[in-house]
């Protein structure tokens, strides 16, 4: 299945924009109408390319969010005060706007929902996109994997897909999402707020047992931080999957 | 050198514009010092002039690719092998 999708070269597609969700003040989701979309396994990223009126283009790769659903594709992006690409898509692309891209690309950094292993996923910021793929496939797919989310973000305001962060934590007891505020908690919240450390990530990884399969995904410190306190936790090198954004937090 | 790379991941799609598989999930070994696994693993440099995959473990270049109009430019020297699954 996913075998077959993967062959052949890949070719730039034009989506259009059919809508769009603000999620925070600074970050939107864009819902995309992709013709010619090929199914993604969640965890994949696209590539946008950008093309100014006198030729000159540029190109970001962006997680995807959504599950997997025909041609429809969603990615979550975070503007970037210095960013090139960023803005455009933040505050210029509307609705019916065409948009160049092309994916889904990437086999590795990608959860196949027939895959029953308990699956640790954390995320710092806009890295909880892809992570937040891997939540809805399982839902969709009807998987029974044991699954965690551990999204960590600055603060209320900068919390990324906020009402079903709720429904998540409130499912049963195989698919969970913990947030964690690393400088402040919403008025009530009785635990702790501070970066994600040794003893927190081993309380939250212990219960899905040894042979869990990690996927980390954030600002460079953030990802290298995280996946040596696996490491620390006794987790071998092959059962923690990482992807980077780059020093500056953004999505690529 | 630069603190500003990505992972091999993000060399996803300009590969996929000359192979019809995934190199990424592919394993390699880097010729200088021996080290095996995902490129996705590997720390991506670039764009300009090029993007360039160093190993996560000793910095030396496993891949380099450039493009132009219609072409790419691929110097594979520093991969002793790659291992990369086929159908069946």
Known sequence: MARAAVLGRLNWLVGQLAEIRQETATARTLVLDVPGWTEHLPGQHVDIRLTAEDGYSTERSYSIASAPNGSRVELTVERLEDGEVSPYLTEVLSPGDPLELRGPIGGYFAWHPEDVSPVLLTGGGSGVAPLMAMARTRIASGSTAVMRLVYSTRSPATLLYAAEMQSLAARDGRLTADVIYTRAAPPGWSGPVGRLDAGRLKELAEPLGPGVQCFVCGPTGFVEGTANLLVGLGLGARQIRTERFGPSGGTS | ?88
Request: aromatic share 6%; charged share 15%.
């Open chain 2, 1 to 88: 050198m630069s603190d500003n790379w990505t992972d091999g991941n993000s060399l996803g799609g300009p590969l996929r514009e000359v192979f019809s598989v995934d190199i990424t999930a592919a394993t390699g070994r880097c010729s200088s010092c021996g080290t095996t696994g995902p490129l996705a693993e590997g720390r991506l440099f670039g764009p300009a002039p090029g993007l360039v995959l160093r190993c996560p473990h000793c910095g030396e270049p496993l891949l380099r690719m450039a493009t132009g109009p219609g072409h790419a430019w691929l110097d594979l020297r520093g991969l002793a092998f790659i291992e990369v699954t086929t159908p069946g």
